[in-house]
């Protein structure tokens, strides 16, 4: 018999199937997408894509405005629930480097009085290789917190405590004939990956070419984001072969 | 082109009076009274059967007066003169007389609208016959999308008098610089196959382009060709344009019907399954029939069962014969093949969907056998004319019902057919993506005047009831986008001049626009290639066709499925392939790509429901359906016509809800969902659903029959068309057919540009995905324009909206509740359908859950 969703929710509230443990330390996928290290108060969102949508815009796209609104009220949400003390964009923040001297004046306030409540750094990505213009915060090309290295972009090879982002992972898998897909981080106990936290920043399959060789496919686990809570699943049972 | 054996040829000229006497041939009534019509100079719907000469009528007037106004012969180079000239030295002059020699001499008079290519291909080929007969000095030409860059140049610069073209070439010309010059002589328009066309977006396209071509060409005709339909009026009132008030309407031409169809439901000894589409119980006396018979067309409903149909068929094929299959999926050269196979009588049957349901004569069939319920009693009488194309020999027809409900289906179908009743769908209101696909191609044509185009657009009859406010916010999505808070200003796509009148910004926009025309939104297909088992990384391999990508997308590497006529197993997916190798298998894992795509027709549901409330016509429908009527109203109540019954059991360990509405399964869906939102707030704890055609059941873990009794439930409440509110606006939040809808309206409206030459491998910071589209406007901005379109077409289309609430509204009061302690017969086929069939259900996260229990399960084994 299939616990109904309430049921599910009220049960992973006991278990939090976001929990993980990396190179030692405690940490916890939340369901909005960030990754939460409550020892260090320290709030973790990837590839926010901000003002994606003017972007694409100017290329004849004329996709709804809204995206960047979007992703800071989520953003804002998790930061309001979790009060972090500092909090790391793992770069990709900016769609493009021209939009965030160009960001509305009412998103820059929005975003602005998010900082002030606490330390804020950028990760530089190769959509955002230099530190946004006039709004603040530390800016890095990668930063190392405890045992862990925070950076965009997984680099290839064994590595120790690495959280990047970059990739955008969802997983998809088969259950009962129907197929989900969901953004997922996806973590092996060594590497990271968080998923894109940008309303308009799509998914990239974990069983893609990309992923190749970056997890340890017995130990990989996706976590994928449901609704209010986060699903554990095996990488194998998404078809990451490695 | 069929005509009669008899003397008289009043009306026509000559040439075309001898052509006919030369065979001993004289025009059909409806021919001649086409013909009247273009001396009123009117327009004109032609409804006739299959058979009836359709084609030669509708083209008859146009020949006749292209001929009489052939004021000079063609233009064709003065040859001494020339050689003269050019021996003289004096270029100057002979380019002259060259370029003169060049000008047009015809000038486009008729334009062909076909909703095939290939129709059009074939009428040309048609047309040129009694041309060549009768000597007429009359050029037709086709312009289809596989047409040449040069040629479709040159039919701008040249045109012929007669084009056989599609819709969408019509759009493409109309945003042409040369509509203007193309256009101004365009005396009539025919239109083929309207019945089929009117009911699609392409339709709105088309009634829109129209619209344009009659500004183009005052005084331009149109004559439509139809076959039988419910509404006569409504076609008479698409060919015309609208008065601002009230309505006009084309003339309207009736042939002679033809002889009655010889129709029979398949006398069989075996025992017909109570539920499942594969027909497989039937399949030696299909075989049997087709030995019997020269050609015979099987008509599947969907691809699948074609698949299986053919896999089916040639398993029993003791005798070899040659049996094809043909459907939308397989590669266009191989559907050509068989094409030309039958033409040239070399095969003995064809395993086919609707591709083959309109009106090419790829030769001589002498039978056609549908499997599988009929859906609607005219689109059965039109497949059913594919056999013969002699209109005075009754087209000869089998039905094969797959199972139990299908053969009442079926002797409903064959009844209608005796009376004649209609059932062809209602046409809707335009939709407002086509609409504003429209206006940007009226904006790459030439600057417009928003007051002129709005009048010009409400002339078309699918948009008569557009009001300016929507068509205003149409036009403001055109340029920016047309959102609440306006962002996009500096990268409008059309913008107004100082002139008043808007026009596009620029080169790109207009290119964009000729690359996306059309309103056919393709599922995401991928390309089968078939590689060797075993290969770790597989390249290259046969090329099979191609498949749906959310199909494939559910399956696992290993899972097997039907495609082509074989068993194959899935290896892997590359960007846009799909790599598989044969299986040995013969039963493939996964059952199916979807359930039938047409939902029966209301007309046939309420005779099915006649027929189950009717103990008088049971005997009918043959010994095992009569006896499990009988069992039905023995054990629980066989519903009166207008009734509701509902019933409620226990089965291992579940308790079930089983509803029989009759409306087809995508309204059955759609209350399903809402049914099972409802009873989880009232507390009966319900974990899924299942729907076919005929019946709904849910099930779940509170005891129902208990709950109704106590008065804790009440099924008055839980039917209440209440449900169409919030619940259905809640749902739809999280749906994922109203998000497949957003992407077409998305598509075609020119949010989300397709795939084209060059681009498909548009890195993903290019792109944004539908549903992501979809999630932020929804949030932000839901009554946007996009989102209303969606709203409109989900009412009619996969969510079948409006067929719900006429149930909800039918029903009302007259639900019928039995309190059963096991399931009874007419429950049975329904369950039975539980595992076999795709749930689509919405149940995602529950599903993620139980996903995530496997997990926790094998964490805790010890």
Redesign the interface.
């Known amino acids: 018999?299939?616990?109904?969703?309430a049921q599910?929710e009220e049960m992973?509230a006991q278990?939090v199937?976001g929990m993980l443990d990396l190179c030692g330390e405690a940490l916890q996928v939340d369901p909005s997408g960030a990754l939460w290290w409550p020892d260090e108060r320290l709030l973790v969102v990837a590839d926010l894509?901000l003002e994606?949508?003017?972007s694409?815009?100017?290329?004849?796209?004329?996709?709804?405005?809204?995206?960047t609104?979007?992703t800071l009220t989520r953003l804002a949400e998790a930061v309001m629930r979790l009060r972090p003390a500092r909090v790391i964009a793992l770069g990709d923040s900016f769609?493009d480097e021209r939009v965030s001297a160009a960001l509305?004046e009412i998103l820059r306030q929005q975003l602005r009085a998010l900082m002030r409540a606490t330390e804020w750094v950028w990760i530089a990505g190769n959509?955002d290789p230099a530190p946004p213009s006039d709004i603040g915060g530390d800016f890095a090309a990668e930063l190392a917190f405890g045992p862990l290295l925070f950076r965009h972009e997984p680099q290839p090879g064994r590595t120790q405590g690495e959280i990047a982002g970059h990739l955008?992972p969802a997983a998809?898998?088969?259950?009962?004939?129907?197929?989900?897909?969901?953004r997922c981080a996806a973590c092996d106990g060594a590497r990271m990956i968080l998923p894109a936290f940008g309303?308009?920043?799509?998914g990239?399959n974990l069983r893609e070419e990309a992923f190749r060789g970056l997890f340890d496919p017995r130990r990989l686990k996706a976590y994928?984001l449901?609704?209010r809570t986060v699903?554990?699943?095996?990488g194998r049972?998404v078809?990451y072969r490695g | 082109m069929n005509i009669e054996a008899a003397p008289a040829t009043a009306n026509l000229p000559q040439p075309f009076t001898g052509w006919f006497a030369a065979r001993g041939w004289a025009p059909r009534r409806h021919q001649l009274e086409l013909l009247a019509a273009r001396e009123r100079e009117s327009s004109v719907l032609l409804i006739a059967p299959t058979g009836a000469g359709k084609t030669l009528a509708g083209f008859l007037p146009s020949l006749i007066d292209i001929h009489a106004h052939r004021s000079r012969p063609r233009g064709k180079a003065p040859e001494r003169p020339l050689r003269d000239l050019m021996a003289s030295g004096d270029t100057r002059a002979a380019i002259a007389a060259i370029r003169a020699a060049r000008r047009p001499a015809s000038r486009l008079h008729t334009l062909y609208i076909s909703p095939l290519k290939a129709l059009a291909v074939d009428i040309a080929r048609n047309l040129e016959v009694p041309i060549a007969e009768m000597g007429l000095d009359i050029r037709v030409e086709t312009r289809t999308g596989d047409t040449g860059s040069a040629k479709r140049q040159r039919q701008k610069s040249d045109p012929p008098d007669i084009l056989l073209t599609t819709p969408e070439q019509i759009a493409l010309l109309i945003a042409s610089r040369e509509a203007e010059e193309l256009f101004g002589s365009l005396k009539t328009v025919v239109l083929d196959e309207l019945h089929a066309l009117v009911t699609s977006k392409r339709g709105d396209l088309l009634a829109l382009g129209l619209a344009r071509l009659r500004a183009l060409a005052p005084g331009l005709r149109t004559v439509g060709l139809s076959a039988t339909v419910a509404d006569p009026d409504a076609l008479r009132r698409y060919l015309v344009p609208q008065p601002a008030v009230g309505e006009a309407l084309a003339d309207l031409v009736t042939a002679d019907p033809g002889a009655q169809p010889d129709v029979a439901i398949l006398a069989t000894d075996e025992r017909v399954p109570w539920s499942g589409h594969t027909s497989r119980y039937a399949i030696r006396d299909i075989y049997r029939l087709i030995g019997e018979n020269n050609l015979t067309l099987v008509f599947v409903n969907t691809r699948s069962q074609a698949e299986m149909t053919f896999q089916e068929l040639w398993a029993v094929n003791d005798d070899a014969l040659p049996i094809a299959l043909h459907h939308g999926s397989l590669d266009a050269g191989q559907r050509r093949k068989v094409e030309a196979a039958m033409a040239a009588g070399s095969l003995r049957a064809v395993v086919c969907t609707s591709t083959l349901d309109l009106g090419i004569d790829w030769g001589d069939v002498d039978q056609v056998i549908h499997v599988g319920a009929p859906k609607g009693a005219s689109r059965l009488a039109q497949r059913i004319g594919r056999a013969n194309h002699r209109l005075d020999e009754p087209s000869r027809a089998v039905l094969v019902p797959s199972n139990r409900f299908e053969v009442m289906e079926c002797r409903a179908a064959v009844a209608a057919l005796g009376e004649g009743a209609q059932d062809t769908p209602p046409l809707m209101p335009g939709g407002l993506d086509v609409l504003a696909q429209h206006i940007l191609g009226c904006a790459v044509g030439a600057p417009f005047d928003a007051d002129h185009l709005y009048a010009e657009v409400t002339s078309a009859a699918p948009y008569a009831a557009l009001d300016r406010e929507t068509f205003d916010r149409a036009l403001d999505f055109v340029a920016?986008?047309g959102?609440a808070?306006r962002?996009?200003e500096r990268?409008a796509?059309i913008r107004k001049r100082v002139d008043g009148r808007w026009r596009v910004a620029n080169p790109?926009?207009a290119q964009?626009y000729r690359l996306n025309v059309g309103t056919i939104v393709e599922e995401s297909m991928l390309k089968v290639r078939l590689v060797k088992a075993g290969r770790k990384t597989p390249r290259g391999g046969m090329w099979l066709g191609e498949i749906e990508e959310?199909f494939v997308?559910?399956?696992?590497?290993g899972d097997t499925f039907i495609f082509g006529g074989h068993v194959l197993s899935l290896v892997g997916i590359r960007e846009t392939e799909v790599y598989v190798s044969k299986s040995p298998a013969r039963d493939p894992k996964?059952p199916s790509y979807m359930g039938g795509r047409f939902p029966l027709s209301t007309y046939l549901a309420a005779r099915v429901r006649d027929m189950v409330a009717d103990p008088k016509q049971w005997k009918l429908m043959g010994p095992q359906v009569a006896e499990w009527l009988r069992l039905q109203a023995l054990r629980s109540v066989n519903p009166a016509r207008d009734q509701l019954l509902v019933e409620t059991f226990p089965r291992a360990?579940r308790n079930y809800l089983v509803c029989y509405p009759f409306d087809g399964r995508l309204c059955h869906q759609t209350l399903g969902m809402l049914l099972t939102r409802r009873l989880?707030r009232m507390g009966a704890?319900p974990?899924g659903f299942v729907a076919s055609e005929y019946a709904l059941a849910v099930w779940g873990?509170g005891d129902l029959s208990l709950m109704i009794e106590l008065d804790r439930l009440s099924l008055a409440d839980l039917f209440d068309e209440d449900m169409l509110g919030d619940d259905l606006e809640a749902w739809l939040d999280e749906s994922s057919l109203f998000k497949r809808t957003f992407r077409t309206c998305a598509t075609i409206a020119g949010?989300?540009?397709r795939r084209h030459p060059g681009k498909e491998k548009t890195g993903?910071?290019?792109?944004?995905?539908s549903d992501?589209?979809y999630?932020?406007?929804r949030?932000?901005?839901p009554d946007?324009i996009l989102l209303q379109a969606t709203r409109n077409d989900a009412k009619t289309g996969q969510l079948d909206i409006g067929r719900l609430a006429a149930m909800l509204s039918r029903t009302r009061g007259r639900i019928v509740h039995k309190a059963l302690s096991r399931v009874s017969p007419l429950a049975m086929p329904v369950l039975l359908d539980i595992g076999r069939e795709?749930?689509a259900?919405e149940?995602?996260?529950?599903?993620?859950?139980?996903?995530?229990?496997?997990?926790?399960r094998?964490a805790m084994r010890p």
């Open positions: 018999m299939n616990p109904t969703l599910v992973s278990s199937t894509h994606k949508g003017v694409l815009a100017a290329r004849g796209a004329l996709i709804p405005p809204y995206d609104a979007a769609h509305p959509h955008h998809s898998m088969t259950v009962r004939g129907r197929s989900l897909r969901r309303a308009y920043a799509g990239l994928m449901g609704a699903y554990r699943v095996a049972r078809g | 920016t986008g959102y808070l962002a996009y990268y796509r790109r926009v964009t959310w997308s559910q399956l696992e590497p996964i360990g989880e704890r974990m873990l949010l989300i540009e993903r910071q290019m792109t944004v995905s992501l589209i999630d932020v406007l949030s932000h901005e946007h795709f749930i259900g149940a995602n996260e529950e599903l993620l859950a139980e996903a995530a229990d496997d997990l926790i094998e």
